[in-house]
């Protein structure tokens, strides 16, 4: 059994990402304690940001007439593409940065997404268990005052469910700057409820990943 975790934080010491998906690996490893978790950590070994277009324009070519960057890119994106197929379960912990997708997940996406195992024609991972955690420093839920800035959450959803396929659960938890930022201390008691039941959905979804893949292989 193998578990695929993805972080992409560029704060892993404060990470309220990391801690959430610390609790749905914790649940998993009870379930699996022999599996291993392959990691690979956006902050501390981030993807070119030249990876992705070498990579495409790279695919037009045959394989002698392409550059060196071109082969190096398409290299790591058939690596991408091994640790999602050749995983049993997937997490990803994802923040909400600057109202968007965080780069470094984004960059990840489109060099993996190249790959043609993983494209929407030739998936290799359609049904596979997965987890997103992805947290926001504000709130940006209906009838807040920024209501539909959280321009991550949705985009994050389409692409693992609905492209890749994904039997997706969703950690979500808003206000992980209350405490950090003054502006938003009138909100410590509905932010610790909040995080309160992120935690509980951490620790459910582990749960729920560890026996999606236990019934797969039953």
Same mark, same amino acid.
């Given at each position: 059994?193998?578990?695929?975790?993805?972080?992409?934080?560029?704060?892993?010491?404060?990470?309220?990402?990391?801690?959430?998906?610390?609790?749905?690996?914790? !649940?998993?490893?009870?379930?699996?304690?022999?599996?291993?978790? /392959?990691? @690979?950590?956006?902050?501390?070994?981030?993807?070119?940001? +030249?990876?992705?277009?070498?990579?495409?324009?790279?695919?037009?070519?045959?394989? !002698?007439?392409?550059?060196?960057?071109? @082969? =190096?890119?398409?290299?790591?994106?058939?690596?991408?593409?091994? !640790?999602? +197929?050749?995983?049993?379960?997937?997490?990803?912990?994802?923040?909400?940065?600057?109202?968007?997708?965080?780069?470094?997940?984004?960059?990840?996406?489109?060099?993996?997404?190249?790959?043609?195992?993983?494209?929407?024609?030739?998936?290799?991972? =359609?049904?596979?268990?997965? +987890?997103?955690?992805?947290?926001?420093?504000? =709130?940006?839920?209906?009838?807040?005052?920024?209501?539909?800035?959280?321009?991550?959450?949705?985009?994050?959803?389409?692409?693992?469910?609905?492209?890749?396929? /994904?039997?997706?659960?969703?950690?979500?938890?808003?206000? +992980?700057?209350?405490?950090? =930022?003054?502006?938003?201390?009138?909100?410590?008691?509905?932010?610790?409820?909040?995080?309160?039941?992120?935690?509980?959905?951490?620790?459910?979804?582990?749960?729920?990943?560890?026996?999606? @893949?236990?019934?797969?292989?039953?």
């Amino acid at each position: 059994m193998t578990l695929f975790r993805l972080d992409a934080s560029i704060l892993p010491a404060s990470s309220a990402s990391r801690e959430l998906g610390d609790l749905v690996e914790t !649940e998993w490893a009870a379930a699996h304690p022999t599996s291993t978790v /392959l990691r @690979r950590d956006l902050a501390a070994d981030p993807v070119p940001a +030249t990876a992705w277009p070498d990579a495409v324009q790279g695919g037009f070519l045959p394989e !002698e007439e392409r550059s060196e960057a071109q @082969r =190096n890119a398409i290299g790591l994106a058939r690596i991408f593409a091994d !640790e999602l +197929t050749g995983a049993d379960a997937l997490l990803f912990t994802v923040p909400l940065y600057n109202y968007g997708v965080s780069q470094h997940f984004k960059t990840w996406f489109d060099l993996a997404y190249t790959d043609p195992r993983i494209d929407p024609q030739g998936t290799a991972l =359609n049904g596979k268990p997965a +987890t997103l955690v992805t947290v926001l420093g504000g =709130n940006y839920a209906e009838g807040s005052p920024k209501e539909g800035w959280d321009h991550s959450t949705g985009w994050l959803r389409r692409v693992l469910q609905d492209v890749w396929g /994904l039997d997706l659960r969703v950690v979500h938890r808003p206000f +992980t700057l209350v405490g950090v =930022n003054p502006a938003l201390d009138a909100f410590i008691e509905p932010a610790a409820e909040l995080k309160r039941t992120a935690e509980s959905a951490a620790v459910r979804s582990g749960r729920e990943l560890a026996e999606a @893949r236990r019934a797969q292989v039953a």
